[in-house]
């Protein structure tokens, strides 16, 4: 379930490097809009302004008709030069009555809320106190800051422009990042021999270099251990024989219970040493995996059930072909797990013989070992599977070396699968292997 939210969560985010593109354009967009706002502010700050109405003053008197000239002709100019501007001009006597304009509704006196200078509205206005204290009103037909099919195109142009070249930017400083992740990743499956290239001289490539000397310690380390612990398993194979050879020597001279408890106590660690180089050659992926071959797991099954009076039951479900159980695999580390689990049964399960149910899906094979054992507590079903790990209370004479159950997960990882230990109805364990199917078409 939490893979399952992780992993919906990770497809719904957005990538590291989208994240700082969207911020970039973000901030290159804020800083346009600021640049604007103080452009605005400074064009309309009061020197700027003051200065504007004294050149539009005397501009618009040098070009408008005096006083004395006759209506037609003032209307004559005001109409002249409307045009060019697109607007509605009307002219205002010093008293603010209106001496003409050009527009039919043109107000009877300048508005008492406008004073000289600009007045920002929609349509644009601009009231003018010219030179010879006449008044000047000029109404824009248009919206001042409407912006034209040019401006929209070149505003348009300017951003893909700034989007197109900053993205290789981005896209550049974060790949360094993914690759990084990606060998993180991999460290993280077992591949101990992953490496980053390391590029540039920056904080990436330092992490880098320190991701590099990081994995080459632990894959030195891992080597050493696995290394030792291989061989010292090898080296006790010689005293383990000598002593075999001395039991075999003192038959006549030992008690018989003497003999049983040696042959015993030789035979378990016989039975370590295996398990040990097992477990070492998996977890350094050592097994060969062209030993793996199409198999029927219904016959290993039988074959280790028969040695261990185990009841077999085999079901298959609606649309799983013919039911054959076939699987890829190893069959020699297969049949281990098999036997693992079957020994495990016989050992902790009680007087009751082990039972097996093989279910045959259409896309995979679950093996289901049970028995009627005391159980194991909840808070423990998950430990069991770890290396050397004993249940409190388990008895040492039942044999085992703790292995055997690690060995399972390692097995059936291996093979793609999974095993988990679950309670069975009535008293009793069940563990459960899920492996992938073999599906002919």
Request: with cysteine.
């Amino acid at each position: 379930m939490k893979h399952r939210v992780k992993k919906m969560c990770s497809r719904w985010s957005l990538k590291f490097y989208l994240r700082i593109y969207l911020a970039m354009l973000a901030s290159l967009v804020l800083a346009f809009v600021l640049m604007a706002l103080i452009w605005q502010i400074l064009l309309n700050s009061p020197r700027y302004f003051k200065l504007n109405m004294e050149h539009f003053s005397q501009i618009a008197t040098d070009v408008l008709p005096a006083s004395g000239v006759s209506k037609e002709r003032q209307l004559v100019t005001l109409k002249r030069w409307g045009t060019w501007m697109d607007s509605d001009l009307s002219l205002y006597a010093p008293d603010g009555t209106l001496l003409n304009s050009t527009k039919s509704d043109a107000p009877a006196r300048v508005p008492d809320n406008v004073k000289q200078g600009w007045f920002f509205g929609f349509p644009f206005s601009v009231i003018g106190h010219l030179s010879d204290q006449r008044w000047l009103l000029m109404q824009s037909n248009r919206v001042f800051f409407a912006p034209t099919l040019g401006q929209v195109l070149l505003a348009l142009l300017v951003a893909l422009a700034l989007a197109l070249g900053s993205y290789p930017i981005v896209r550049r400083l974060t790949k360094r990042l993914e690759h990084l992740q990606d060998s993180v990743y991999a460290l993280g499956q077992g591949a101990l021999a992953t490496r980053v290239a390391v590029e540039g001289d920056d904080e990436v490539a330092h992490l880098a270099m320190s991701f590099n000397q990081s994995a080459a310690r632990i894959e030195a380390l891992m080597a050493a251990q696995k290394s030792l612990l291989a061989n010292a398993s090898h080296e006790l194979r010689s005293p383990l024989t000598r002593l075999r050879m001395a039991v075999e020597l003192m038959q006549e001279q030992a008690t018989p219970a003497i003999r049983l408890e040696l042959s015993r106590n030789i035979n378990e660690l016989d039975q370590l040493i295996e398990e040990i180089l097992l477990s070492s050659r998996l977890e350094a992926n050592m097994a060969n995996p062209h030993t793996d071959e199409e198999l029927d797991l219904t016959g290993l099954l039988a074959e280790e059930c028969a040695l261990t009076d185990a009841l077999l039951t085999i079901q298959a479900q609606y649309g799983a072909g013919e039911g054959a159980a076939l699987l890829q695999g190893d069959p020699k580390l297969l049949r281990r797990l098999l036997r693992n689990l079957l020994e495990n049964a016989q050992r902790y399960g009680g007087t009751a013989a082990p039972e097996v149910l093989l279910l045959i899906s259409p896309q995979q094979l679950q093996v289901d070992v049970c028995d009627r054992g005391a159980g194991i507590p909840v808070e423990q079903r998950e430990r069991i599977f770890e290396a050397f790990y004993r249940v409190p209370g388990a008895s040492e004479s039942h044999g085992g070396v703790g292995l055997g159950l690690s060995l399972v997960r390692q097995i059936a990882q291996r093979h793609g699968g999974q095993v988990q230990c679950l309670a069975r109805e009535g008293g009793g364990s069940c563990f459960r292997v899920i492996l992938p199917r073999a599906v002919r078409l």
